[in-house]
């Protein structure tokens, strides 16, 4: 086995090491702090007079929707009003009438008081017609106050729209203002990046002790935030006391970290020098935001040149044609033509150990789940033509062991070491779905055929589904009592094939988790399990041959003498299966018959291919 390259840290320090160099006077030129901060002041003078401004017409707009709604309750009480004047106003009319006709049938002895009640009803009419149109006019009046009103709120809203927009740009600028003083505190050794010098050190050399999970003396560094809330003992950072701050007196008494080696004199200076210019995050970052997140993205070191011997084949996979078959390197995924194991092309910037690999459905692009065991996990997305970096998808503080393009090729999920399922939209990079319902690894995922629900298989000995659109759990299958590493659906979707360290493959259905079918037993950790479009599945295991098995029998139709397999893959457009191994190899086999039609070492060196006994051509 190659034995690990260790890790070089000097690249994560880069721009620690520049900060050092201004601290100490080597900087080639110092910014101008002070009209950095001029531009500051200025642009938050604009900012609070915006503020100001769009407090002001909040409050104006409050106010006048207070009167607006005071005169609304007027108005009600008006219309109401009106309604009953208007009512009397028509019992008065027809008193009138009453009395008109009254007066005009009236004898000579009667005449006299016919006429005065008439008069009288006129007069009570013409008096309730002028209530009436008083009434009338106040209705009008009120409701064109409450028109007005309602347009200067209107116009108030669009100011304060307008502004915010405004507001926007400007909080942008002083963002970016900020950011440009931070930059020359930075650099003239005022003042040390978090993200950039910190964050790094502490993620490689403290969060194995302290975080979420774990917490030594209860002390959880997994983002700024946990950490500088302290532990058991309380505060670990005292801004501006780098002297007496826990976290420093623990580094340098070479307390921390525990049962390792101390850390450099560098890195202690640089956190020293952190607490001292007041122990700040960088300006515009999420203070609850893992480490890992924060940190730069730097480029992953690269591969050797030659390997000196093997390494294990801890991933495969053929493209849609089958003309090309990717298999993990050390920082590198290679890409070897399946024809004559030639090597085509070595993808690099992966992290150290790559676990999983797959092709989008027209063979341009190729997802990569690797990591660095204790220390960054990553998915990111490469064009195969030229191995250029196309997405990072996410970092994560552990290794990413499985990744899957969606069937219509539009969305990718993911699991790792975090515990976590994700999904991602491949045109945008955004995380979709975040599924966190495992209690430890997650091993592999599948999607089903529609692409409506993933399957998970993990290290918590549970296999489950879940929804792919919302993450929302539909069922979990406990059959293997042990740990699950391998998942994929049947061509239907309506069951579910696992594999696990019970040395059983177990097919169950989708829909209540029940068991139909215990496949063989293998004696050994089932690592991979493949189902093909007519309904059998190829499955691999450490120590003995891979096999294609029937599922709905549970029969074995082909055994393919790999020693050691650790990866596999089929292509149903060619009918070409392919097994990795731990010592090294890649064969190829003729599915009818179970013999090998190529094989090769799928380590870069002098040779790459081997004949059938292994023996170096």
């Known amino acids: 086995m190659l034995r ?98 009254t007066a ?29 149109r008083q009434l009338e006019e106040k209705v009008r009046s009120t409701r064109e106050t409450i028109l007005a009103s309602e347009r200067e709120i209107a116009a108030i809203s669009k100011t304060v729209t307008e502004s915010q927009g405004q507001l926007v740009s400007l909080e942008a600028s002083l963002l970016q203002a900020r950011k440009s003083l931070e930059e020359a505190l930075i650099a003239n050794g005022k003042s040390v990046s978090f993200a950039a010098s910190v964050a790094p050190i502490l993620a490689k050399r403290c969060l194995a002790c302290h975080n979420a999970r774990v917490a030594k003396g209860r002390l959880n560094m997994d983002t700024f935030a946990a950490m500088m809330k302290g532990g058991e003992s309380g505060a670990v950072v005292n801004p501006g006391d780098g002297e007496f701050s826990t976290l420093f007196v623990e580094i340098e008494s070479g307390s921390m970290p525990k049962g390792a080696d101390p850390l450099s004199s560098d890195e202690q200076a640089l956190i020293k020098k952190w607490i001292e210019t007041g122990a700040k995050l960088d300006v515009g970052l999420n203070p609850t935001s893992p480490l890992i997140e924060i940190m730069p993205k730097l480029p992953q070191p690269g591969p050797p040149e030659h390997y000196r011997v093997p390494l294990p084949v801890t991933a495969i996979a053929f493209n849609a044609t089958g003309d090309q078959l990717a298999s993990s390197g050390y920082h590198e995924v290679l890409i070897w033509s399946s024809a004559d194991g030639q090597l085509l092309r070595r993808i690099t910037n992966v992290a150290q150990r790559t676990y999983d690999i797959h092709f989008s459905n027209d063979g341009a692009t190729i997802a990569v789940a690797a990591g660095t065991p204790g220390q960054v996990g990553e998915i990111k997305l490469f064009e195969v033509a ?33 515990r976590s399922v994700r999904v991602y ?39 489950k589904l879940f929804s792919a659109e919302d993450g929302s759990s539909l069922t979990t299958f406990n059959g293997h009592g042990e740990v699950v590493f391998c998942v994929d659906f049947t061509p239907d979707g309506k069951q579910v094939v ?66 050691w397999a650790s990866s596999l893959d089929f292509n149903p457009q060619t009918g070409q299966f392919a097994t990795g191994s731990f010592n090294g190899m890649v064969r190829l086999w003729k599915v009818d018959d179970a013999t090998e039609a190529l094989s090769f070492v799928a380590s870069p060196s002098a040779s790459t291919t081997v004949d059938r006994t292994g023996e170096t051509k």
Do not use: Y
Not at 394 to 412: K, M, N
Not at 427 to 450: C, I, N, R
């Open 4 to 101: 690990p390259v260790p890790f070089r840290f000097a690249t994560l320090m880069a721009v620690a090491i520049v900060g050092l160099c201004a601290a100490n006077g080597f900087a080639e030129s110092a910014p101008d702090e002070s009209a950095r901060q001029e531009a500051v002041d200025a642009a938050k003078a604009q900012l609070d007079t915006v503020v100001g401004s769009i407090q002001a017409l909040q409050k104006q707009s409050a106010l006048k929707q207070a009167d607006v709604s005071k005169l609304k309750s007027e108005l009600a009480l008006l219309e109401n009003q009106l309604s009953g004047a208007q009512t009397e106003l028509q019992k008065k009319r027809v008193a009138v009438t009453q009395a008109e006709e």
């Open 104 to 132: 005009k049938k009236a004898g000579p002895d009667t005449a006299e008081e016919a006429k005065a009640q008439l008069a009288v009803a006129q007069k009570d009419f013409s008096k309730g017609e002028a209530d009436a």
């Open 386 to 418: 030229t191995g250029e970096l196309l997405a990072d998808l996410v970092r994560t503080e552990d290794s990413v062991f499985a990744v899957a393009f969606s069937p219509d090729g539009t969305r990718l999920a993911a699991g790792g070491a975090d």
């Open 425 to 463: 939209d491949i045109a945008t990079g955004e995380q979709k779905v975040l599924v966190e319902d495992h209690a430890d690894w997650v091993m592999d995922v599948a999607w089903s055929p529609d692409g409506k629900t993933l399957a998970s298989a993990s290290r918590d000995k549970t296999a």
């Open 498 to 563: 696992t594999g696990g360290r019970d040395g059983h493959v177990r097919v169950w259905n989708a829909s209540d988790a029940s068991e139909t079918q215990k496949i063989g037993n293998f004696g050994s950790d089932i690592l991979h399990v493949e189902v093909t479009p007519d309904g059998n599945v190829f499955s691999c295991n450490v120590s003995k041959p891979a096999s294609l098995n029937n599922l709905k029998e549970g029969t074995a139709l082909q055994t393919f003498n790999s020693d």
